[in-house]
């Protein structure tokens, strides 16, 4: 096996379009000095993000969280919300900055997503709403949340951070639900830097969205709605429509190394790797990993490859119930399964620049702690 690597391999790194792309898109910008304040690229931006989103309604945002956070006050919603402790910090801190009450329920064991069939036990007459995750692009049991939903009158607002571009039975990600809101963080498949977006179903949001995220002014003298600065900018907007010319390319090669990594690991005992639903096209954000009754632990796995200057991530330990603002009003203990696998999961490296042999290796690092 090689020594140790000189330079360090990430959990990802961003793509990026060529240069002289970029500094094409720019020049418009310096032309018009219009920066930001939904400008010409963040309406050719959203109007791409639709088709390629296979979406009717939009809004764009600064970033994921604000986009959540301003979705789920979209909503006026009051009570409780349904929701995941498997997942990042982001999704709980929107519904709590909204004034609303996480309830956290279970996750299942083969993709990690919320639990539909505890869901019900979990409703309340206080309960309003349900917001799951697509924890690492892997796509919740949306029919049957729906068909709960449905029956109890709630809203299903989807954290669709991870589920750029994903589609089920050939239908984008982002029609299911009330709305669904993705990240175009620069760590993510996708990205404009920092950014984020809405997909949502009654066209009547759009006004409220595009309010909220621009202070809730409605016209210069009327503020109608406590809104927030939620706008993205025109920088961002040049460099998610260059990456949207790459994304599918970055995709096919996430394919291949997730691919690579399935053929090496799975099988091994002790080693589980999520559950792929043959209904779903999945982009390939994540590689989780879960050490179930393999000879080294998590840790050890984490460790020995960082020895080797290669940084997996425990994306997500520890779980929301287990953070210091959270702790005291939410027991790890409901949640038993979110709480194992937590300390279970290991993101491995992915990314489209990612050399074979390195994946290769990793597998190797892993191979060897179990002997
Ligand atoms: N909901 C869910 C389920 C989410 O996972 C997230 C974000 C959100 C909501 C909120 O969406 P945003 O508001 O972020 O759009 C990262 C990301 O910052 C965060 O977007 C993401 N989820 C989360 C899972 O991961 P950190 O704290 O782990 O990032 P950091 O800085 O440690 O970066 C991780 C690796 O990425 C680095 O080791 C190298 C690489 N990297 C990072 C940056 C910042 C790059 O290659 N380029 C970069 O510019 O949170």
Known sequence: ?????????????????????????????????????????HEEFREQLKKYLKLTNLELFVNGHMALELAIQAMELKGEVITTPFTFAS?????????????????????YTLNADLIESLITERTCAIVPVHVYGNLCDVEKIQE?????????IYDAAHAFGEELDGKGVGTWGDASMFSFHATKVFHSIEGGAVAFKEASLEKRLYQLKNFGIMDS??????GANGKMNEFQAAMGLCNLRHVDEEIRKRKQLAMHYRHRLEGIKGIKLCRENPRVKYNYAYMPVVFDGYKAKRDEIFQALKEKNIHARKYFYPCVNEYECYRERFPAEDTPVAARISRQVLTLPLYADLPMDAADMICDIIERKGH
Not at 148 to 156: E, F, N, P, Q, T
């Open 1 to 41: 096996m090689k020594e140790t690597l000189e330079r360090p391999v990430l959990v990802t790194r961003s793509s990026l379009p060529p240069l002289e792309e970029y500094i094409e898109m720019l020049k418009p910008i310096w032309d018009s000095a219009w920066l930001t304040n939904m400008g010409a690229y």
């Open 91 to 111: 999704t709980t801190h929107a519904i709590v900055r909204n004034g609303l009450t996480p309830v956290l329920c279970d996750i299942n064991e083969e993709d």
């Open 148 to 156: 709960i939903a449905d029956r109890h009158h709630l809203k299903v």
């Open 221 to 226: 003298e009327t503020v109608e709605y406590v």
